[in-house]
């Protein structure tokens, strides 16, 4: 199975399910069964995907003790260039859809959701950036450091989601359980190589 991870079906396959969310919200919308509100539930339809491919991309840290799933860590940068692709469509599709871009300027420091919104998509374009080979051995030690505040991003974006949310917060408090057992393996991670007791 191992083995498998390596080929470029796998390749494939990983690449073209990354826009089955996509594929699917279009036809739903080609279909007009999006709703009274067809532009906001889209916006939010994307920005939910991008968050549940965040919390993917830190999944497959633990996921690498389990040996049949040991090599989804292959696709780690894949996976995190999806996550910046649906939140660029999340953040375009609010800018678009929701506001003009005159609007969505003043929304960036009058409304505080959009704000934290944004300060997780800059933090998201840092990353992709920085995601290719070239730039890896171009910022050398920099680059995993750098790459660590994809834990800041998830904590901005679920702030984001926090203060957008008006009644119903089960949704948000499922993200973010997912996400504390999730940053509770890293935390584990750090401290066993700290104090020395982490064994690979």
């Known amino acids: 199975m191992a083995g498998f991870y390596r080929t470029r079906a796998a390749w494939l396959i990983f690449f073209t399910a990354g826009f089955i969310p996509l594929v699917y919200i279009l036809v739903v919308a080609f279909q007009g069964s999006l709703g009274a509100e067809p532009a906001k539930a889209l916006v939010e339809y994307l920005g939910e995907v991008a968050i549940l491919l965040l919390l993917l991309v830190l999944s497959l840290t633990p996921l690498r003790r389990i040996s049949v799933l040991s090599g989804l860590n292959r696709f780690r940068r894949m996976l995190g260039l ?25 929304d960036l420091y009058s409304r505080l959701y959009v704000t934290a919104g944004f300060v997780a998509f800059v933090i998201l374009l840092l990353l992709a950036l920085t995601s290719p080979q070239v730039m890896v051995r171009r910022l050398g030690r920099r680059w995993k450091p750098l790459h660590r505040m994809v834990y800041l991003a998830v904590c901005v974006a679920l702030i984001h989601v926090f203060w957008q949310v008006r009644s119903d917060y089960t949704e948000v408090a499922f993200y973010a359980l997912i996400a504390l057992v999730l940053l509770s393996f890293r935390l584990s991670y750090f401290k066993k190589r700290v104090f020395g007791v982490w064994r690979p």
């Not at 469509?89 to 609007?103: E, G, R, T």
């Open 82 to 106: 999806f996550v910046f692709f649906y939140a660029l469509l999340h953040l375009s599709a609010y800018a678009l859809l929701l506001v003009d871009w005159q609007n969505f300027v003043e």
